[in-house]
């Protein structure tokens, strides 16, 4: 039986074991401890921070419940706290229509895959809606997903400002379609034609997507030698006030009285160019809107060059 007993060496080695290993468990809970309070302040100044942002910032468990929402938040979508502690789900606040693609991109979320900021329509309390644009992450515990954190943008300006452009852009459209004349933009890098109204495209069909100087002159391998590109921006690197010029194409036979101006495009600022109305008439106002260039032409005879008139119109005469 004595071989069972153990000695007291074993038993003083045993106990040293012990001790170094109770050392530990207190090393360990001392740096979780550390680790908590971290944490805890971590997420206080998260918090701290997120009440100071002008957008929506909100925390959701893994089932859309939110845990978190700031201020504005509850400014944007008309909820009280007292909602807030009933329990509201940020699914509930999207409409009908795009919780589909919000569960979707859920998903996609937890698998890792970085989807960026995405578009949803969403509601406030009282019903009314208003578009977004929502960027999320994943929030992890020990390596596990345990909720969604992100921002919420009201992108109602933007859309605003969008659609207003989309009806800027189709009047602009009507009135260079309503004249009788050859208006074209091309981009000043590529050559590429970007725009042609109606009266061009009597003339030389649908050329959007051409190089204006494949289509538009005959016989030319490369840009045109009398190509005007360099007068149209000026020192600064902006669009100046143009050049005003006459041409005989090879193709048409026609002279034109051209009227060449760098502008912006669209998407950029909006410029102011008048045209070339006559002289009997005031000049036409185009509100235009990356630079181009911007083309447009008066016809004459092809026996008799240069004879002024309105932008593009023809005399045959």
Request: aromatic share 10%.
């Amino acid at each position: 039986m004595k071989s069972q007993e153990k000695t007291t060496a074993e038993l003083v080695e045993d106990l040293s074991a012990l001790k170094q290993r109770i050392h530990e468990l207190e090393q360990s809970e001392s740096e979780f401890q550390k680790t908590e309070q971290a944490l805890r302040s971590s997420e206080a100044r998260f918090r701290e921070l997120a009440e100071l942002l002008p957008e929506t910032v909100f925390e959701s468990d893994m089932q859309g419940t939110l845990i978190f929402a700031n201020k504005n938040a509850f400014d944007r979508f008309g909820y009280t706290r007292n909602d807030f502690e009933g329990g509201l789900s940020f699914l509930d606040m999207v409409v009908p229509h795009d919780r589909d693609r919000v569960l979707e991109n859920m998903q996609s979320i937890i698998k890792g895959e970085k989807i960026g900021s995405s578009e949803y329509v969403v509601k406030r309390k009282d019903g009314s809606i208003f578009p977004t644009m929502i960027h999320s992450s994943v929030i992890t515990r020990d390596g596990q997903p345990v909720g969604f954190r992100g921002f919420v943008i009201d992108i109602t300006e933007r859309k605003q400002a969008e659609e207003a452009l989309r009806i800027h852009n189709l009047t602009f459209s009507e009135v260079l379609n309503s004249l009788d004349a050859l208006v074209y933009v091309a981009d000043m890098k590529t050559y590429e034609i970007v725009f042609i109204n109606a009266y061009g495209k009597k003339i030389w069909g649908d050329i959007k997507g051409k190089i204006c100087w494949q289509v538009l002159q005959k016989g030319k391998n490369s840009v045109c030698e009398f190509c005007t590109n360099s007068q149209l921006i000026g020192t600064d690197g902006k669009p100046n006030e143009g050049v005003a010029w006459e041409f005989q194409n090879m193709i048409t036979k026609r002279w034109y009285d051209c009227r060449d101006k760098a502008i912006y495009w669209p998407d950029g600022c909006i410029v102011r160019m008048d045209g070339d109305s006559g002289p009997n008439r005031p000049p036409i106002p185009i509100q235009i809107g990356h630079s181009f260039r911007f083309k447009s032409a008066t016809c004459s005879d092809p026996n008799r060059p240069g004879i002024p008139g309105q932008i593009g119109h023809p005399y045959d005469g």
